[in-house]
Structures are given as C-alpha cells and as structure tokens.
C-alpha cells in the first residue's frame, strides 16, 4: 500500500519539523533522554500488544 506509507512518512516528517520547531530552545540531552523514554514506552506498549 504505497499511499498509506506515503502518508506516514509525510506525518513523521511534519511531527519532525514540529518537534525541531518546538525543541530549538531544549539542549540535546534532553531530546536524548525523551528519545529514549518514549522508546522505552513503545516497546513496553509493544509487547503487551504481542502478549495479547
């Protein structure tokens, strides 16, 4: 289904752009330390979807 992918890739670089616009202020170490949180919580939020 390319437009469906077509359509996530464009929403993931929206949300890039809008995180960069809103983070320009946020030293790197803090993007870092969400970045790794919310993976974290996406891999939580993915297992439990594989164990159900």
Known sequence: MPHK???LY????VLIYTL???LQDIDI????YLYYNSLNVLSK????LKTN
């Not at 170490?29 to 870092?32: A, D, G, K, P, R």
């Open 45 to 48: 939020w993915y297992s439990s």
């Open 29 to 32: 170490y803090t993007i870092i």
């Open 20 to 22: 960069k616009y809103l």
């Open 10 to 13: 464009l929403h993931t670089q």
């Open 5 to 7: 992918s077509s359509y």
